[in-house]
C-alpha cells in the first residue's frame, strides 16, 4: 500500500476509516485494482521512478461530504488531488503532481443544478460531463447550444478549470472566461462562494461574475486553493443556422494579411473560430496514404523550407493557407458576414473561396451524422481520438502529449515560431513536429496558440524519455522568445511555471504566501500550477 | 422554457444488485450507449470502430456490438485499464454492476 509521505500507516488508516465514514465503505478506494484505473494512461513515465503514486482515492457525492473528507485531510495533513471527470487526457488526467496523494474523485457529484434558455445559463457539478449537458437540452428541448473541447467526456467546470476551450464564438470558447460565479470547499472546511454566489438569496449568480470586491475566482483555475463543487457557465443561445466555409491564400507569407483580415472579422463579432491550417500538412489521422513527395519534404530536418512548400504547392495547385471559419446566427446575417469577409479577403491575390457545409438548428439527426464538424455545433463527441488510434496506414500510440505554447497572433509571429521552433528540433536531432505548413489554433481569440502532440508510449521508456527531453527543451526555447505553454501536464508545471519568471518569479512567490496563508497544511494540490505549500517547497522541480 | 431548477439529476444509473441476466440487458446498453458508443459505433467519427476495422480488417467486425468473440473478463478489463488511446474508465464512471451489465449486453444479449 502507498502512505502519504510523513505519514505514518497507522495514522493513514485511521484517517481511511474517517473518510469511509464521510462518503461511505463502498466510495474509500484502496485496492491496487481500483487504484490502477487512475494512473495517466498518456504518461511519459508510464512504469518509472517519476510516474507519480497514488495512495488512495475518496469519491464524495456533495459538498457536504467533501468537506468532510477536507476535514479529515487537514488533521491528518494529508495531499488531496480533486478531478472533477478525470478525462484531461494529454494534461495529466487523475494523476497528481505530488506523489502518494490521495484522489479526490468528484465525477458522482453529477447534478445539473439550472439551465436557463432565456437568460442563458447553466450552474453545474464538476461530475457533469459535456456528453451529460448535452443529453439533457435535447431531452428538455433547451434552445441553448454548448461550446466544446474535442473530448466530449470531459465536463464544463474541471476543463474550464484547466483553462479548457472550444470551437464556437468568442465569449464562450474560452471555457474559464465564460464561467460565471463558482463553489469552494477552502482547506478549513469553508464553503465560499463567489460573484453573485455569495449573496444569500442571488437571482444573478450564472449572470454577473464580479459580485463586489476583488474577484478571487482565478485562484482556483490552474492553482490548488480550493475544491470547486458548483460553477455557472454562460451559454450561447441556439442559432439558427451554422455556416462552415473556407478562404485560400497561394503563398507562404499571405498567412500575414489573412491572420489581420480574420482578427478583424473575429474582433467585431463577424465571424467565430477561425482554424487555419495548410492542405500540406499530412493530417495526424490519415484516411489515404500521404504523397511520398510531401512525406519527404515534411521528413526535412527542422521541417524545411518555405520555398519547397510553396512549389510542391503551386505544382498540387494546392492552397498554402486555408482559414476555415464558423459562422453562426440567422442566414441572411450569416451569409452578409460571409460576402462581407470574401471583399476583405479580395485583397490577397489568388484568395480562393469555398464553403464547407452547413446546418440548421434544431438540429436534425441526419444533421447531425452529416457533420465533420459536430464540435462547432455543440455535438460532444470522440472522433478527436482517432489520433494516435490504429488506422490503414498508422501504427496505435498509447496516448499523447501537448506542447502548447501562446505566441501572437500574427503571421509574422507564426512565420518565427516555425523558424525557432523548427531549429529547436534540428537541434535535438528528431523529426520535427512543426515545419512552415504549420498552422496555429485560434482558442482564446486574442492570442494563437500551437498544439503539438508527442507519443507516448506504455512499453518503450526510451522513447519517452526522448519526448520529456523534447519537451523541455521546447518550453526553455519558446520562453527565450517570450512565449510560453497556456496548460501542460503536472510532469511539466514546475517548467512551464519557471518560465513566468517576471521580476525573480514575484508572482509565483505572491501565489505561494497566499497559498500558505489559505492552506497551511499544503493539502490541496502540491505542485499544482506550480504552486508549492512551504512544508514541500524543496519538492519544487 | 423558462429556468429549470431540479434536486437531483439522476445521470448514472441504479447500482445493480443480483439479479437475472436478462434483467441487466437494458442496463448494460444503455451504459453503452453512454461511454462507449462515441467511440465504438458504426460509421465515420468512431475512431474505436476504425481501430479495430484496420486491426482485423472487417473479420471479426470492429463494431463491438456486432461481435460474438468478446469474453466478459475482455470487456471488464479493457474498461479498467484502457489500451492504445482508449483511457481507463473508473468505478465513478461505471461501477462494477454497471460494467458486468455491459459485459453481459455484449456477449450475451445483444
Redesign the interface.
Known sequence: MTIPKRMSSGDFNKALERFRVAVGDA?V?TAD??L????D??SPVWDEPEETKVSA?V?PASVEQVQQVVAVANEYKIPLYAVST??N?GYG??SPNYSASVIV?L??M??????????NFCIVEP??SY??LYN?LVE????LMIDLPSN??GGPLGNSLDHGNGYSAAPYRDHFGGHCGMEVVLANGEVIRTGMGALPGSKTWGEYKYGYGPSVDGLFAQGNFGIVTKMGFWLMPMPDFFLSAQVGVPRYRDVIPMVDELNYLEDLGLMAYARIQSPMEIPRVLSRAPDPELVALMAQPGGGEPDSYESYANKQNLDFWTATMNFYGPETTVRANWEYARKRFARIDGARFREVESATFPLSAEAI?KS?Q?VSIGV????A????????FTE?????LWFSPVIPRSGEALIEAHRVFGEAFKELGMPSRIGPYSGPRTWFYRAFMFVLDFQCSRSDTEANQRVRKAFRYLIEVGAKHGWAEYRTAPMFQDDVANSYSFNNHALRRFTERLKDAADPNGIFSPGRGGIWPKSIREARQ | MSSQSIGVLALGLVMGSPAAAQDQVPIGRSVYEHYCSPCHASGPGHPGTQALDALYNGDPSGVLELRHDLTPELITTTVRQGRSVMPSFRKTEIDDAQLQAVAIYLTEHK
Do not use: C
Not at chain 1, 36 to 39: A, E, F, K, L, V
Not at chain 1, 140 to 143: G, H, P, V
Not at chain 1, 380 to 383: A, H, I, Q, W, Y
Open positions: 466510495w478506494l485494482d481500483d490502477q484505473s487512475y494512473r494512461p498518456y482515492v469519491a478525470g478525462k487526457l488526467t487523475t474523485d465525477k458522482r453529477n447534478r445539473i443544478i439550472e439551465v436557463d434558455d432565456r437568460r461530475g457533469v456528453f451529460d439533457y428538455k428541448q433547451l434552445r466530449g467526456m451524422q465533420r459536430q460532444p463527441n470522440l472522433s481520438f482517432a489520433l494516435g488510434a490504429r488506422s490503414k496505435p500510440t498509447d496516448g499523447h
